[in-house]
């Protein structure tokens, strides 16, 4: 099989590999998606931070299942997703359903073989079978953030008829943003760009703000809302003061995007004015995993996500090297490790899997 293995920063290569075969518990995965986000960037430009190297890359996939060792109950020709955190079952957060704190977590994609190529072996339980939702593969490809932004809304404890800030609508901020609307709150979406305001405003956001152009705490004071959770995305400085000073009493703070840099925390303020500060990592596998593909299959067609899939060959120059320079066309990026040339990608219930 051909796969795309990271052996240092700014050293990924394309390689003959032998199939793997599925011990116990595992299974192997016939690849027909695979989605690239910041983290891969992240390995790729500056790297290892995560991975342990050699590694093949990819944690959003999407794929059949070819064969199964000992113990496993899913089905040949089975279409699944996978979660791509790999965790004991055992330890006192997994006892608890808080798989993605386990003790011993690791992630297919960084810790051992991912899906950025034809076939990949992981733990049965990072699966999901999705066959009967009938969900194109390209669509599929994009479960895994989908559920990280679902788990970030579950953890904020945001709720019908609230008020949500979105600050920064990339990958995951999209998704974010598509995730609160579905629980029934109203979102502002803040961005520097007019292109993905826009298509915030199509995945449910109720109003808009071109960041550098007015205040988040303006705006809302100017429309009457009150924001109940403010997601910061950017991961920026800027991003965090921002949201912070748009913040009143009793608010929750979602820090989703990583600070680059260390940020003044004035425990005092916060105290007195109640914030709830609240952390959010991946997503656990057996809460949010459904939930995510049950809100892709909500809607017909996100090509304005994803509306080109690139082949393995690509994943450098397509894929990596735009989201490290910051100039991704697309808010995702798909790889399909059988395809040969670039495609349309194909989305939407009940087309023919990729």
């Not at 000992?70 to 006192?92: N, R, T």
């Not at 003061?241 to 929750?252: H, T």
């Amino acid at each position: 099989m051909r796969a795309a293995v990271l052996h240092s920063a700014g050293d990924l290569r394309i390689e003959e590999r032998p199939v793997p075969v599925p011990g116990p518990g595992e299974a192997l995965v016939r690849v027909t998606g695979c989605g690239v986000c910041g983290s891969d960037a992240t390995e790729y430009s500056r790297g290892p931070v995560l991975t342990h190297l050699p590694v093949v890359l990819g944690h959003e996939f999407t794929g059949t299942v070819e064969a199964v060792g000992d113990g496993v109950d899913l089905a040949p020709g089975a279409q699944v997703v996978c979660g791509a955190g790999i965790s004991c079952g055992e330890c006192k957060p997994c006892r608890a359903g808080r798989t993605n704190l386990c003790r011993r977590y690791r992630t297919a994609g960084l810790q051992i073989d991912g899906g950025l190529a034809e076939f990949v072996r992981v733990p049965a339980a990072t699966l999901l079978d999705v066959t009967s939702w009938g969900l194109a593969s390209d669509t599929l490809a994009l479960a895994q953030p989908m559920a990280i932004a679902v788990h970030a809304v579950s953890r904020s404890g945001l709720a019908a008829g609230q008020d949500a800030v979105v600050l920064g609508i990339g990958g995951i901020g999209a998704f974010l943003t598509y995730a609160a609307a579905a629980v029934g709150a109203r979102v502002l979406a803040v961005d520097r760009s007019e292109a993905r305001l826009a298509l915030a405003r199509d995945l449910g956001a109720e109003r808009t703000l071109v960041a550098g152009e007015g205040s988040v705490a303006a705006e809302l004071a100017a429309s009457g809302r009150e924001a109940d959770v403010l997601f910061e995305v950017s991961g920026s400085r800027a991003g965090w003061d921002e949201v912070v000073a748009a913040a009143l009493p009793g608010a929750v703070l979602v820090p989703v995007g990583i600070q680059r840099e260390d940020v003044p925390v004035p425990l005092g303020s916060w105290t007195l004015r109640e914030y709830t500060i609240v952390g959010t990592v991946a997503h656990a596998i057996a809460a949010d995993l459904p939930r995510a593909v049950e809100l892709l299959a909500g809607r017909a067609d996100w090509s304005d996500v994803a509306d080109e899939v690139l082949p393995l060959d690509e994943v450098a120059d397509g894929a990596l090297e735009p989201l490290t320079g910051g100039g991704s066309r697309q808010i995702k990026t798909v790889i399909d490790p059988t395809a040969t040339r670039r495609r349309v990608a194909r989305h939407g219930v009940g087309s023919t899997p990729a």
